[in-house]
C-alpha cells in the first residue's frame, strides 16, 4: 500500500519562494507518474505539475510555467516543487498524487498525499 507525505507548506509573502516535498513509501514508484495539485476554497483541485519517475520528464500548467520546478530524488523516493515567484493567486492546499500508468493533467491518481497549505500574502 502506497503511501504520500507532504512538506514544506506555510506562510510567505508575494514574491518569495517555498519548496514543497513528497516523501513516497510503501511500495515501488518507480515505473510511476508523480505530480503535483492544489485546491483554493471554492475552486476545484488543478493540475500543477508532474513528472516521469523513471524518464524524468516534466510538465507544468501554463499558470506556473517559468516559476515552479518539479525534481526527485530517487534515492530518497522524494519529489519535490520548487515554488518561486510566488503571488497570492498561488494560495491553496497542495497535493502530491502518484499513478502506476502514462498521462498527468487530470485527478485520475491512485494515491494522494493528505495536502499542505500554502498561504501567499500581498
Known amino acids: 500500500q502506497g503511501q504520500l507525505v507532504e512538506s514544506g507548506g506555510g506562510l510567505v509573502q508575494a514574491g518569495g519562494s517555498l519548496r514543497l516535498s513528497c516523501a513516497a513509501s510503501?511500495?515501488?514508484?518507480?515505473?510511476?507518474?508523480m505530480g503535483w495539485f492544489r485546491q483554493a476554497p471554492g475552486k476545484e483541485r488543478e493540475f500543477v505539475a508532474a513528472?516521469?519517475?523513471?524518464?524524468?520528464?516534466?510538465y507544468y500548467a501554463d499558470s506556473v510555467k517559468g516559476r515552479f520546478t518539479i525534481s526527485r530524488d530517487k534515492g530518497k523516493n522524494t519529489m519535490y516543487l520548487q515554488m518561486n515567484s510566488l503571488n497570492p493567486e498561488d494560495t491553496a492546499v497542495y497535493y502530491c498524487?502518484?499513478?502506476?500508468?502514462?498521462?498527468?493533467?487530470?485527478?485520475?491518481?491512485?494515491?494522494w498525499g493528505q495536502g499542505t497549505q500554502v498561504t501567499v500574502s500581498s
Open positions: 498524487a502518484a499513478r502506476p500508468r502514462a498521462g498527468y493533467g487530470n485527478t485520475d491518481y491512485d494515491y
Open positions: 510503501g511500495r515501488s514508484f518507480s515505473s510511476d507518474t
Open positions: 513528472i516521469n519517475w523513471y524518464e524524468y520528464r516534466t
